[in-house]
């Protein structure tokens, strides 16, 4: 168990709809990642957030969009969803903002049918 | 984008035999890189990670090579076991983000 908690583990939903996708980071860490990761590709970076704020961004649609609470969770939003946004979407975190290991969710699994 | 790649998609190894899975990166500037294991169904586990000012680090059966010249980074896995079997990542740190290859495939034959 890496600390890192994901919710939904799975989501179904048709297309043009919008989902949240939630992530707990481990206690003490301040960074926060996104990735997606589609049949047999790696994984592709969309978003970082540092202690609430954005810091890095990646390959991440504008109908995607993610923030960072407060109390350090975070939550992706995907919107107007097509099939090939069906993917894996993993949270990771970490302590620092870079050079530092980064602590994957199990990842939530969204199908647009 | 950045680009790091895997010369290997998949890879065979026999149970006791070490295992080498290389991975080359394209951006100088990184200076931090990570090799991470995804088994099916699971998100990615760290396995080691190494600093460019260093060429070598070693964890527990798991060795890290970093050849800045060339841009080249290998895992090699000593005595392969059955529970290896995973596909795995090399990620190079640039900056704020964590470029990912597309990941080699190792199949551990009992």
């Known amino acids: ?8 583990k799975h989501l179904i939903t048709a297309t043009g709809q919008r989902v949240t996708l939630r992530c707990s980071p481990r206690s003490g860490d301040l960074s926060v990642y996104w ?5 047999d590709q790696g994984l592709q970076f969309l978003i970082q957030y540092y202690n609430g704020e954005e810091r890095a961004k990646g390959n991440i649609l504008e109908r995607f969009s993610a923030q960072q609470f407060p109390d350090l969770h975070s939550e992706l939003n995907l919107s107007s969803l097509e099939l090939g946004d069906s993917a894996l979407y993993f949270c990771a975190s970490s302590v620092a903002d870079r050079d530092t290991e980064a602590f994957f969710g199990q990842g939530t699994r969204l199908t647009v049918v | 984008g950045e680009s ?3 010369h290997l998609p998949t890879l065979s190894v026999q149970e006791g035999d070490n295992s080498i899975i290389n991975c080359a990166y394209s951006n100088s500037a990184s200076d931090y890189f990570i090799w991470y294991k995804q088994e099916s169904g699971k998100g990615p586990q760290f396995i080691i990670d190494i600093r460019s000012n260093m ?5 527990q059966r798991v060795t890290v090579l970093l050849n800045k010249t060339v841009k080249h980074l290998s895992l090699q896995i000593a ?10 990542f090399c990620a190079e740190n640039t900056g704020n983000q964590f470029y990912f290859g597309t990941g080699t495939s190792l199949t551990v034959i009992p």
């Open chain 2, 4 to 6: 790091v790649g895997l």
């Open chain 1, 1 to 8: 168990d890496s600390g890192v908690t994901q919710t939904p």
């Open chain 2, 55 to 59: 060429d070598k680090r070693q964890g």
């Open chain 2, 79 to 88: 005595a392969t076991q059955p529970g290896d079997s995973a596909v795995y």
């Open chain 1, 35 to 39: 990735y997606q990761q589609s049949l």
